[in-house]
């Protein structure tokens, strides 16, 4: 019978070999950094077309509508639409890597637009679903006080509905915000073997 190594043995062994550290061309940094880019472009657009939606929506609603209840959830959606539209272009929108960077300011460069976009998706309540919160809630619970006893239920589903739908959006941006913090996380690793 061969004799084995324990797992304490295993483990100092493996930490004590060398490693060498991570390189990166200037050229796979940009192409890194535009693909990023790329998919704030992709991830911004729709955001646009769908706050001009709400706007549209709600303002045609708002104009139709002659209970003071609903136009005032109308005009609170349509002004939090629009907030979500400034703020994402003011904090969210691409900014492209300026041409003559070395590799180490490209690194910090990218790093910073990391944690620019990680920074927006983990307040995603405070800019982008909270802003829209008090208009909603105006109109489910005049839905639910003004609904017939024998509809009301609707009104009901709908506001859990509405929390639901909230609630993964939030998640599923918390989740993106951790994903961009591993890379920020490995950015900085390379800028300190660099």
């Not at 001009?52 to 959830?73: C, E, K």
């Not at 998706?121 to 809630?137: E, F, N, R, S, T």
């Amino acid at each position: 019978m061969e004799p084995t190594m324990r797992d304490d043995e295993l483990i100092h062994l493996w930490k004590k070999q060398e490693h060498e550290p991570m390189q990166f061309s200037i050229e796979e940094l940009r192409r890194d950094s535009a693909a990023f880019q790329q998919r704030i472009g992709r991830r911004n657009r729709p955001e646009y077309v769908g706050v001009a939606l709400v706007v549209i929506a709600f303002s045609w609603m708002f104009l139709r509508s002659h209970d003071a209840t609903p136009r005032t959830g109308f005009a609170l959606i349509i002004a939090g639409a629009l907030y979500v539209a400034f703020t994402l272009w003011k904090k969210g929108s691409v900014q492209p890597l300026p041409g003559a960077l070395g590799q180490a300011d490209c690194i910090s460069f990218h790093r910073r637009e990391l944690e620019r976009q990680r920074d927006l998706l983990m307040g995603i309540w405070k800019w982008y679903l909270g802003p829209l919160i008090p208009g909603m809630a105006i109109l489910v619970i005049g839905g639910i006080a003004n609904a017939p006893a024998n509809t009301r239920w609707f009104s009901e589903i709908y506001a859990v509905f509405c929390v639901a739908i909230f609630a993964g959006i939030g998640r599923l941006n918390q989740k993106a915000a951790k994903k961009l913090d591993g890379q920020i996380q490995e950015l900085r690793a390379l800028r300190k073997d660099s």
